[in-house]
């Protein structure tokens, strides 16, 4: 299957993840609205969720991936079987002492990730609570985790894409069947959270199944000291060593501006998250899609010492990040409010909150491109299994986030967190792609001037036509709120048209999609 392929069925998968999420995210906000409790939930669910990309998703992934690739490479499927059975055991233990640790330690992180949440003690008190019954969800998704990074190796993208639906629809029936049955209501979620995490473990474990891959999980001390002293374990350790650094990096970011968020008052920590989540839309469909596609067949490429397709398809991913990222970060920017209110403005979800989320989302706007380029630049290096250079430019990245907070909470509140993130994730793009170039590790191909040039004329019609949208009597969504469905007339039709426009001006100029088939 073509990288274009791949990355089209992972991008159609993951648009049905996101629906979903978005609709989970719609009944939270029209069960429990924004206030003290359901920030405590977002602060309860964040720390497994802190904890899962810290060892699971982010670090594991990059040290795992390249090294399953050149396994894979070399044809011993002994020695792959073996290397696959041997780091799913010491996870699968690690994992277990991490949860156990988590759970007594709830009280202390609960109130190092929101210490604001203290002026409330109910509040506190639920995020504790909600925190514990979570904890133990990080062993499931982090083996999801291991089972995609095989599945991905494997060229089988299909169940990793699909399995976050699994959550999604978890929290949602548990929110619609439990709210009004447990106390406080926005407990139902934390329910949601642990089913829909044995629900993906159960997918992607038969997934390995379906291919022969599925680990056997050693419960002998002999097997697991044969595990820990095996040299592709311990070499994937040893570079995971630095990636752990560089997502932490990230990670510790989101603690500060959690913390800081908590000391802003009730519902910044929701608005916040509500933003975060339309900015994530966009950022899953292209970034995610092309991170997961670009990571495996750059290492094959990099084991295959083939530098020219190493670089084709960076090329490829940067150009597809150009020409539908920027069209979507001025959408989101031009139609915060309209969007917002499409999606959380019912029941306990206020006028106030839509106005407070538009904010965020507008500031997250700002800097979608680097976002999403940051997940196409990245597996440039851990292809290379090169994670010093991107640990040294995430560390750099959070002393700057941090700076700018100094600057921009005063000015901007809640807002001023995702503008600084969004400064920042351009500057971490910016300094990847340097790094990729200087290094000559990517060469960008020719034809990228009369490409920027189109999308930049085709980018400023979007604009023109979403500014005199956003200014009509039709589209201003307090006149629309007694109208649900006029409102979703309304924005959709708008989002629509300005995609057609967008599209039919890239043709009109000359743009050809068969020049993206392949990279």
Known sequence: MSLFRSAALVSALTLISRVTGLLRENLTAVLFGSNAMTDAFFVAFRLPNLLRRLFAEGAFSQAFVPMLAQARQQGDDAAYQRFINQTASLMFWFLMGLSAIGAIAAPVLVW????????????????????????????????????????HAESRFAAPAFTPVLLNLSMICAALGFHDQVDPPVFALTMGVVIGAVLQLALQWWALASIGRRPRIAVRIRALREAWQSAATRTMLARMAPAVLAVSAAQVSLIFNTHIASTLGPGRVSWVSFADRLMEFPTALLGVALGTVLLPGLSKARAANDDATYSKQLDWGLRLTVLLATPSAIGLWLLAEPLTALLYHYGRFSERDVVMTAQAAAAYALGLLGLIGVKVLAPGFYAQQDVRTPVKIALAVLVLTQALNVITVPWLEHAGLALSISVAALLNALFLLLGLIRRKLFTPQSGWLLFASRVLIANLSLALFLAWASQQSWLQWQAMAASPWLRAFHVLWVILGAVGLYFLTLRLLGLRWLAFMKP
Do not use: E, Q
């Not at 929101?114 to 083996?143: C, E, K, V």
């Open 112 to 151: 190092l990730m929101a210490g604001g949440l203290a002026s409330d003690a109910a509040a506190l008190g639920a995020a504790t609570d909600m925190a514990r019954w979570m904890f133990p969800y990080i062993l499931p998704i982090s083996l999801v985790a291991f089972a995609s990074g095989v599945l």
